[in-house]
């Protein structure tokens, strides 16, 4: 997980043991396996955000029981220090720099984590097929819980699902229509019947574009219909929305 292009170094991880017999629970693998599940701790003075190999972010950790873990920990504002279980394994993190270890966790547990010390929390070793299940979980899109994180969210699907390449936010000179200020205006169907821009013609515009095509307009507009979910429509509808009262 570490960044493509990062300049960073990659010092060998040696979890110290603070002078105690560490926790019996946790086994530090070394060599590493050649075999691991990976997972990216970034840490800061807030607490730390944890990455999944498939991309996903939470702010708690779990690994799977009994199965080899890489941990890749880094910092983002400061020297750290982080703190696995009782007696805790202890690591030292700096910005710029990149730490790994590889662990096991035999048995499903849960146990004491500071991350970074002073900060504590609880990090959880579950059975194989409920990390599997949780990192699925993870994967999916979050339901927008303000109308600013709605906004955002549309926002980030006009960029990440193409619209942007037809779509500007202002002027006329991309392929499609402009979204700035078309919400409210009134467009023609293909009949030439006038039709006023809403939450309904959006959703159809979206799922099935050609049952609203301007008349003369290129067919291009492909149909999101599987592709976006309802949180994703409501967001993306929103975002459109937004742009009437912007100047």
Not at 105 to 130: I, K, R
Request: hydrophobic content about 40%; some cysteine.
């Amino acid at each position: 997980m570490q960044p493509a292009g990062a300049r960073a170094a990659i010092a060998a991880m040696a979890l110290a043991a603070c002078g105690k017999t560490p926790d019996p629970r946790i086994e530090v693998l070394s060599p590493p396996p050649l075999k691991s599940v990976e997972i990216q701790i970034d840490v800061a003075a807030t607490g730390c955000t944890v990455t999944h190999q498939n991309g996903a972010h939470a702010r708690d950790l779990r690994i799977p029981a009994d199965t080899p873990t890489r941990l890749v920990l880094t910092s983002r504002d400061g020297d750290h220090d982080v703190s696995l279980g009782s007696p805790p394994l202890r690591q030292h993190v700096e910005p710029s720099v990149y730490e790994f270890a590889a662990i096991r966790v035999h048995a499903p547990a849960t146990l004491p984590l500071e991350c970074p010390d002073g900060v504590a929390a609880d990090f959880e070793a579950v059975p194989y097929d409920d990390y599997v299940a949780y990192l699925v979980d993870l994967a999916k899109p979050a339901t927008p819980q303000t109308p600013a994180e709605q906004l955002a969210l549309g926002r980030s699907l006009y960029e990440r699902k193409g619209c942007i390449e037809c779509h500007a936010l202002a002027g006329s000179s991309h392929a499609g229509l402009s979204l700035r200020g078309l919400w409210g205006a009134t467009v023609a169907l293909p009949d030439g019947t006038p039709r006023t821009v809403d939450a309904a013609y959006v959703r159809t515009w979206l799922v099935a574009p050609q049952v609203v095509a301007r008349p003369g307009a290129p067919s291009t507009m492909p149909s999101y219909e599987g592709q976006l979910t309802e949180v994703e429509l409501a967001a993306l509808t929103a975002f459109i929305a937004s742009l009437a009262a912007t100047p």
